[in-house]
Nanobody
Framework: QVQLVESGGGLVQAGGSLRLSCAAS????????MGWYRQAPGKQRELVAA???????NYAGSVKGRFTISRDNAKNTVYLQMNSLKPEDTAVYYC???????????????WGKGALVTVSS
């Protein structure tokens, strides 16, 4: 069984910063791409940032230059450093990871339950 747990969400003023963390645990053999998605009220879930096992990254145009995704493979953890936050960044942020389990050695996508980020103006 694999679980992803997000942490670090909260309330911040516009222009401020937050760092989200997502730790994967369970029967993990390896973790491929990890990423962050977000869903604002009334909007579809969208990809915010993703990082491959080799460290290649990609970002949504709306966050590029402000957000930085990184990972600590030893801790099975992915981070999202969010700077210069804007009210439009307000959303529930979900961690996602493609993980190969040590039990069956098959790759599956897993989701965290989400972390609320609220940016006040």
């Amino acid at each position: 069984q694999v679980q992803l747990v997000e942490s670090g969400g909260g309330l911040v003023q516009a222009g401020g910063s937050l760092r989200l963390s997502c730790a994967a645990s369970g029967s993990i053999f390896s973790i491929n791409t990890m990423g962050w998605y977000r869903q604002a009220p009334g909007k579809q879930r969208e990809l915010v940032a993703a990082i491959t096992s080799d460290g290649s990254t990609n970002y949504a145009g709306s966050v590029k230059g402000r957000f930085t995704i990184s990972r600590d493979n030893a801790k099975n953890t992915v981070y999202l450093q969010m700077n210069s936050l804007k009210p439009e960044d307000t959303a529930v942020y979900y961690c996602n990871a493609n993980i190969v389990t040590s039990t069956w050695y098959d790759a599956n996508y897993y989701w965290g339950k989400g972390a609320l980020v609220t940016v006040s103006s």
